[in-house]
């Protein structure tokens, strides 16, 4: 079976690099399958849950903004930050979507909706890909 | 002269400092080992970045995003990266004095420039020259995570985008090796110059080159910001380990000087017993 190299890389150091069948990953225009022997394309990403396809198995990983940067044989993806789902610290995510959530009903002045719904996002993508349900 | 007593407290509290000092260069010297690893961990994103914004820039000649044009400059920006403690040596006041001529050279009014401090030496320093200081971050850890720093760079980031100042320049000690740190100036925004590491492919966008602009540029402006931050805690690290070496040092130089010099007195003090005791015996004779 073909494989792709993936590799995704955080500023905080590299994340993951392995071997994959398929990548299924959340773009600005939607969801992209990308093949071994794909045309070298640049996309950016949303927040959401990769899916790296592997033989018999798929893991999961959360990834928050940034690109994904294909090659023919390659696949690298930027992300400002991005966990496995073996990673993720799920008491966290649950607190911070607990004050999002928060921010978002009080409806005060002065409160930044853009931020609070992002990290809202973050967070319950995050319970996702730990939960396993994408 | 100083009294026997007098010398020997002189002696014990001196130990004590280097014994501290000493302690904090190797606190210093294993902390200066992580943020070597960090930085080193940052490198391959960075690369990366670089690459694929080098490509795009180089690709198509059509493409221009305002964060890389420059514009008429009717304020400046200085980002600089200095550090929260003391003891690190020359390592925020060559950072300060290089900024202050900077600005001395450029600029005649305060009403030019703004000021956008990492740390808290910084922030204090400018704050006494009573300079508009947009944001500031203090207290950072020491091996700082993206998301700590995240906060300033998209805000700096922010603001030239949306026009409160026209470009940026980042200042911030340049780890070269664990004795020599190098005061760096950076131009960051406008961003210029954008040189690819490797081998460029040419790509498909999807959906367009000026929408992968739109998010890969901050994102580079950002990691940029990061990389001095990173590359500044190891400098910070290394003077703090520098400085407390040669503390060290110049602690035991003075405890052997005050050593001879206490046994000297003590040396005095007998001779002069034996000479008194001496004499009194030959008055008796």
């Known amino acids: 079976m073909k494989t792709i190299t993936v590799n995704i890389v955080t500023p905080d150091g590299p994340v993951y690099d392995s ?7 959340v773009t600005a225009t939607g969801e992209m399958g990308v093949l071994p022997g794909h045309i070298p394309t640049v996309a950016p990403l949303g927040i959401g849950a990769v899916r790296l396809k592997k033989e018999n198995s798929t ?24 966990e496995l789902a073996a990673d993720i610290d799920i008491a966290r995510a649950q607190e911070s979507a607990k004050r999002a959530e928060g921010l978002l009903q009080a409806k005060k002045d002065g409160v930044d909706f853009k931020r609070a719904e992002l990290s809202l996002k973050r967070a319950m993508n995050r319970i996702n890909v730990y939960e396993g349900n994408v | 002269m100083a009294s026997l007593r007098d010398i020997k407290n002189r002696i014990t509290s001196t130990k004590k400092t280097s014994q501290i000092t000493n302690a904090m260069q190797m606190v210093s010297a294993s902390k200066l080992s992580r943020a070597e690893i960090n930085a080193k961990a940052f490198v391959p994103y960075m690369e990366k ?9 180089a690709g198509s000649d059509n493409t221009s995003h305002p964060m890389m044009v420059a514009r008429p400059v009717a304020k400046t920006a200085y980002l600089v990266i200095t550090s929260d403690r003391g003891l690190v040596g020359g390592y925020n006041a060559n950072i300060l004095r290089k900024v202050m001529n900077r600005i001395r050279e450029r600029h005649t009014s305060k009403d030019e420039y703004v000021i956008l401090s990492v740390g808290r030496k910084g922030t204090e320093f400018f704050q006494k020259q009573e300079m508009t200081i947009l944001e500031s971050s203090i207290g950072l850890s020491d091996h700082p995570t993206f998301a700590e720093i995240k906060e300033i760079a998209r805000k700096a980031v922010g603001m030239f985008s949306d026009g409160t100042y026209d470009e940026v320049y980042m200042y911030y000690n340049h780890f070269v090796s664990a004795i020599s740190q ?6 960051l925004l406008p961003l210029s110059n954008i040189e690819s590491t490797g081998s460029t492919a040419s790509y498909e966008f999807d959906p367009s080159a000026e929408a992968i602009l739109e998010v890969l540029l901050p ?5 940029l910001i990061f990389g001095a931050v990173l590359d500044g805690k190891a400098s910070e690290h290394a003077a703090s380990m520098t400085a407390m070496k040669s ?3 110049n602690a035991s130089d003075l405890i052997n000087g005050l050593t001879l010099s206490y046994n000297r007195a003590r040396q005095a003090a007998i001779t002069q017993e034996i000479t008194e005791i001496v004499g009194g015996a030959a008055a008796l004779e």
């Open chain 1, 19 to 25: 071997e994959v069948s398929m990548i299924i990953a």
């Open chain 1, 59 to 82: 893991e999961l990983v959360a990834v928050n903004g940034g690109f994904l940067e294909i090659r023919p044989d390659k696949a690298t993806i930027l992300a400002q930050s991005a």
């Open chain 2, 49 to 57: 970045v670089q690459d694929v914004v080098a490509s795009i820039a």
């Open chain 2, 182 to 187: 190098e005061v760096t100036e950076k131009k």
């Open chain 2, 219 to 223: 994102q580079y402006a950002e990691s």
């Open chain 2, 247 to 249: 503390a060290t040092d």
